[in-house]
C-alpha cells in the first residue's frame, strides 16, 4: 500500500474507533477557586480548573494518537464527599474508563483510588501521606509533594549558606503538618532552627501581636521560613520583618512546579498555549501538573494500545515525559510521585532550580528532592 493510502487508512480507522475515555474528578465548589483567592494568586495555589491542562495534553497528543488509531476523551465529574469520589470512581470503571484523574482532599484521593481497580493520577494534592502512609499501588503523582518542595528550599539555603532559620508557622493543622515536613528538610541539610513561633491572623484585638511582623521577626537569623497554607499572612511578610533578610516558603521565594515567567526548555511556549487555551489564565503547577497527566496517558495508551489496565498501568509506570524543564522525567518506583526539577520562584521570575548544583545523588539526583527509595515508606509498593 502506498504511504498516502496507509495514512489515509489509519485516518479513516481513527475517525471510527470509539476514543479511550479519562475520567476527572474535581471537588464540588472548591473552595480553592473562590473569586477573592484566585485573584490574589497565592504560591501554589490553583487559579482554575484541572480540566483546562488535561485538554490542552490532549490536544498535543492528538496528532500522534491519531496515527496510532487511538483517541482519548476527558469526562469531568465533580463530587462532594469521600463516598461520592469513591462511587464516582466505581462508576467510571463500570462505564470502562482507562484512568482516573483526581483534583481532591486527600481523604477523597484515597477513596478514589480504594474504588475501582483503575490507575489514578493525582494533579492537585501534595501531602506526603498520600505518597508515604497511605500509598496505593496504583496512584502516580504529579504534582511535587510538600516534602519535595521543603527539600528544594533547604537545597537552597543550604547553598546560599542561609543557615540561622526562623520558623513562622500558622494556626491550622495543614500548617502544623508541613511545619513538621519543613523541621525535618531544615535537619537534613544541615540548617540551625533559630527560632519557631506560632502566628494568627485574628480579629480579635487581644491577639493582634500575633500577627505583626516586627514582633514575630525580633532575634537573630538569615532567613525567615514561613508555613502558611492559606497565604494572606505569608504575603505581607516580606519587607517587613524587623532584620533586613530573606523570607522563603509560602511567600518570598518558594519552590514551585511550574511558573508562567520560566524562560527555557521551551516553557515560554508551553505557557503562551496554555493561556490561548484557558481563555488567557496564567498556568500554574497544578495546570502542569494536569498537563503532565494528560501526557502521561497519552504515552501509556501508544505504548499499550489495547487499552487493559494491567498494560495500562505497567506502561504509565515506564513513561519518560518531557515536561520542558530540561531533563527527562519519570515516575518513581516506590511511592508513584513524578521526578521533577522544581522551579525557584519570587513571583516574577524564576531565579534558580533545585536540585541544586552540587547535590549528588547515586542513581538520579532529582531522587535528592522528596522521599527516596531507601527510606522505604510506601509499603504498599514493591520499588
Same mark, same amino acid.
Given at each position: 500500500?502506498?504511504?498516502?493510502?496507509?495514512?489515509?487508512?489509519?485516518?479513516?480507522?481513527?475517525?471510527?474507533?470509539?476514543?479511550?475515555? /479519562?475520567?476527572?474528578?474535581?471537588?464540588?465548589?472548591?473552595?480553592?477557586?473562590?473569586?477573592?483567592?484566585?485573584?490574589?494568586?497565592?504560591?501554589?495555589?490553583?487559579?482554575?480548573?484541572?480540566?483546562?491542562?488535561?485538554?490542552?495534553?490532549?490536544?498535543?497528543?492528538?496528532?500522534?494518537?491519531?496515527?496510532?488509531?487511538?483517541?482519548?476523551?476527558?469526562?469531568?465529574?465533580?463530587?462532594?464527599?469521600?463516598?461520592?469520589?469513591?462511587?464516582?470512581?466505581?462508576?467510571?470503571?463500570?462505564?470502562?474508563?482507562?484512568?482516573?484523574?483526581?483534583?481532591?482532599?486527600?481523604?477523597?484521593?484515597?477513596?478514589?483510588?480504594?474504588?475501582?481497580?483503575?490507575?489514578?493520577?493525582?494533579?492537585?494534592?501534595?501531602?506526603?501521606?498520600?505518597?508515604?502512609?497511605?500509598?496505593?499501588?496504583?496512584?502516580?503523582?504529579?504534582?511535587?509533594?510538600?516534602?519535595?518542595?521543603?527539600?528544594?528550599?533547604?537545597?537552597?539555603?543550604?547553598?546560599?549558606?542561609?543557615?540561622?532559620?526562623?520558623?513562622?508557622?500558622?494556626?491550622?493543622?495543614?500548617?502544623?503538618?508541613?511545619?513538621?515536613?519543613?523541621?525535618?528538610?531544615?535537619?537534613?541539610?544541615?540548617?540551625?532552627?533559630?527560632?519557631?513561633?506560632?502566628?494568627?491572623?485574628?480579629?480579635?484585638?487581644?491577639?493582634?501581636?500575633?500577627?505583626?511582623?516586627?514582633?514575630?521577626?525580633?532575634?537573630?537569623?538569615?532567613?525567615?521560613? /514561613?508555613?502558611?497554607?492559606?497565604?494572606?499572612?505569608?504575603?505581607?511578610?516580606?519587607?517587613?520583618?524587623?532584620?533586613?533578610?530573606?523570607?522563603?516558603?509560602?511567600?518570598?521565594?518558594?519552590?514551585?512546579?511550574?511558573?508562567?515567567?520560566?524562560?527555557?526548555?521551551?516553557?515560554?511556549?508551553?505557557?503562551?498555549?496554555?493561556?490561548?487555551?484557558?481563555?488567557?489564565?496564567?498556568?500554574?503547577?497544578?495546570?502542569?501538573?494536569?498537563?503532565?497527566?494528560?501526557?502521561?496517558?497519552?504515552?501509556?495508551?501508544?505504548?499499550?494500545?489495547?487499552?487493559?489496565?494491567?498494560?495500562?498501568?505497567?506502561?504509565?509506570?515506564?513513561?519518560?515525559?518531557?515536561?520542558?524543564?530540561? /531533563?527527562?522525567?519519570?515516575?518513581?518506583?516506590?511511592?508513584?510521585?513524578?521526578?521533577?526539577?522544581?522551579?525557584?520562584?519570587?513571583?516574577?521570575?524564576?531565579?534558580?532550580?533545585?536540585?541544586?548544583?552540587? /547535590?549528588?545523588?547515586?542513581?538520579?539526583?532529582?531522587?535528592?528532592?522528596?522521599?527516596?527509595?531507601?527510606?522505604?515508606?510506601?509499603?504498599?509498593?514493591?520499588?
Amino acid at each position: 500500500m502506498k504511504p498516502l493510502a496507509c495514512l489515509l487508512a489509519l485516518a479513516a480507522a481513527s475517525a471510527w474507533a470509539a476514543p479511550q475515555r /479519562v475520567t476527572l474528578l474535581l471537588p464540588d465548589d472548591d473552595p480553592r477557586l473562590e473569586r477573592a483567592r484566585v485573584e490574589r494568586v497565592y504560591f501554589g495555589h490553583p487559579t482554575g480548573a484541572a480540566q483546562d491542562g488535561l485538554q490542552m495534553a490532549l490536544k498535543d497528543s492528538q496528532l500522534e494518537l491519531d496515527a496510532a488509531g487511538s483517541s482519548l476523551a476527558l469526562d469531568v465529574v465533580s463530587v462532594a464527599s469521600p463516598e461520592a469520589a469513591k462511587a464516582a470512581a466505581q462508576k467510571a470503571e463500570k462505564a470502562g474508563a482507562l484512568a482516573l484523574v483526581t483534583d481532591l482532599p486527600a481523604a477523597w484521593t484515597l477513596a478514589a483510588a480504594d474504588g475501582a481497580k483503575l490507575p489514578v493520577l493525582n494533579v492537585g494534592n501534595p501531602e506526603d501521606r498520600l505518597r508515604e502512609a497511605d500509598c496505593r499501588p496504583r496512584l502516580f503523582h504529579l504534582i511535587p509533594s510538600e516534602r519535595m518542595r521543603a527539600d528544594a528550599i533547604g537545597q537552597t539555603l543550604a547553598s546560599q549558606r542561609w543557615q540561622q532559620v526562623l520558623l513562622l508557622t500558622g494556626p491550622s493543622a495543614d500548617d502544623q503538618r508541613r511545619s513538621a515536613v519543613v523541621q525535618a528538610a531544615i535537619k537534613r541539610y544541615g540548617l540551625k532552627l533559630a527560632g519557631s513561633k506560632p502566628f494568627k491572623l485574628s480579629a480579635d484585638p487581644r491577639e493582634r501581636d500575633l500577627a505583626n511582623p516586627r514582633l514575630l521577626t525580633g532575634g537573630s537569623y538569615d532567613v525567615v521560613w /514561613v508555613v502558611d497554607s492559606d497565604g494572606e499572612f505569608a504575603r505581607s511578610l516580606p519587607y517587613r520583618t524587623v532584620l533586613p533578610r530573606p523570607v522563603v516558603g509560602d511567600a518570598g521565594l518558594t519552590a514551585l512546579g511550574w511558573h508562567a515567567q520560566f524562560e527555557r526548555f521551551g516553557a515560554p511556549q508551553v505557557s503562551r498555549r496554555f493561556a490561548r487555551n484557558a481563555s488567557g489564565r496564567t498556568m500554574q503547577s497544578s495546570d502542569w501538573a494536569a498537563w503532565m497527566a494528560g501526557k502521561a496517558l497519552a504515552a501509556a495508551v501508544l505504548a499499550a494500545p489495547k487499552g487493559k489496565l494491567a498494560e495500562m498501568q505497567a506502561a504509565l509506570a515506564q513513561v519518560e515525559l518531557d515536561g520542558s524543564k530540561g /531533563v527527562p522525567m519519570s515516575f518513581r518506583s516506590w511511592d508513584g510521585q513524578l521526578r521533577q526539577r522544581l522551579l525557584m520562584t519570587d513571583g516574577q521570575g524564576v531565579v534558580a532550580m533545585a536540585p541544586v548544583d552540587g /547535590v549528588l545523588h547515586p542513581k538520579n539526583v532529582l531522587d535528592t528532592l522528596g522521599a527516596d527509595q531507601a527510606e522505604k515508606l510506601c509499603k504498599a509498593r514493591g520499588g
